[in-house]
């Protein structure tokens, strides 16, 4: 049995058209919803992004802020040390007198000074870092520690010519100064025969180098303790001859 349709045909192709109107309006809206909310999420995104960026890079500022300060603080350090040293350089840490002193003890009984030179010499060095591999250094820190830095150190030598008896009192006397602590070099440049009124005598010349960094006040302490006990090597000797006369 078929159905008949009594309604117009133009009010069906109207209520077709709305129903397709309203159909395309709902998923247009549902879409452009979609949209909207993709964009939100995105923005919101975006922004943490942004605030995790900004707080990121106020770190690195801080970072590199604390950096500079403490390479600015490493130089200080280097410039008062160098300093420090430039200072100590310049300040006798052995006394004239206590070099001369152990130069005289040092002296064998038949020989005699005639000349003492003493001179101070002045080392400078470069010392290069090691380069960054690539060739060009990374940052500006790296750059600066690749310059050269002078390192200065100081050296007192020392020359000595005199007269001797013979041979063995010049390698005695070479030998007592190779003992003392406040030599790190001794060398005899030359030693000759010389006509000293009327007398063959031995002419020498020894070069020396003193030790840096030496305490002059260990050395003092060595010094008397050699004076004393040559004092006791002595005083028996002296009371024997008074022991025989009785």
């Known amino acids: 049995m078929s159905t008949i349709n009594l309604l117009p045909t133009d009010y069906l192709a109207n209520r077709a058209r709305r129903r397709a109107n309203a159909l395309c309006l709902?998923?247009?809206?549902?879409?452009?919803?979609?949209?909207?909310?993709a964009a939100l999420v995105s923005e919101q995104s975006a922004r943490r992004t942004r605030e995790v960026r900004d707080r990121i890079d106020a770190s690195y500022a801080d970072a590199a802020k604390n950096i500079a300060e403490m390479y600015?603080?490493?130089?200080q350090k280097k410039n008062m040390l160098r300093k420090a040293e430039l200072t100590g350089s310049l300040v006798e840490r052995?006394?004239?007198?206590?070099?001369?002193?152990?130069?005289?003890?040092?002296?064998?009984?038949?020989?005699?000074?005639?000349?003492?030179?003493?001179?101070?010499?002045?080392?400078?060095?470069?010392?290069?870092?090691?380069?960054?591999?690539g060739g060009k250094p990374a940052t500006k820190f790296q750059?600066?520690?690749q310059q050269a830095a002078q390192v200065t150190a100081t050296t007192v030598e020392m020359e000595i010519a005199g007269l001797a008896r013979t041979d063995v009192d010049v390698a005695r006397f070479i030998a007592a100064l190779h003992r003392c602590r406040l030599m790190t070099s001794v060398d005899l440049v030359y030693?000759?025969?010389?006509?000293?009124?009327?007398v063959l005598m031995r002419e020498f010349r020894v070069k020396l180098e003193l030790l840096q960094n030496t305490d002059a006040i260990d050395v003092v302490k060595?010094?008397?303790?050699?004076?004393?006990e040559k004092n006791k090597q002595d005083a028996p000797a002296a009371e024997a001859p008074s022991g025989e006369q009785a």
């Open 26 to 37: 709902g998923m247009f809206l549902v879409v452009m919803s979609g949209v909207l909310g």
């Open 72 to 75: 600015q603080l490493d130089q």
């Open 94 to 133: 052995v006394p004239r007198s206590t070099v001369l002193g152990v130069i005289t003890n040092a002296l064998p009984v038949d020989a005699s000074l005639t000349k003492i030179t003493m001179g101070t010499k002045r080392i400078v060095s470069l010392v290069n870092s090691s380069p960054v591999k």
């Open 143 to 145: 750059a600066a520690a």
């Open 191 to 198: 030693s000759q025969e010389k006509m000293i009124q009327k």
């Open 222 to 228: 060595e010094m008397e303790q050699e004076f004393q």
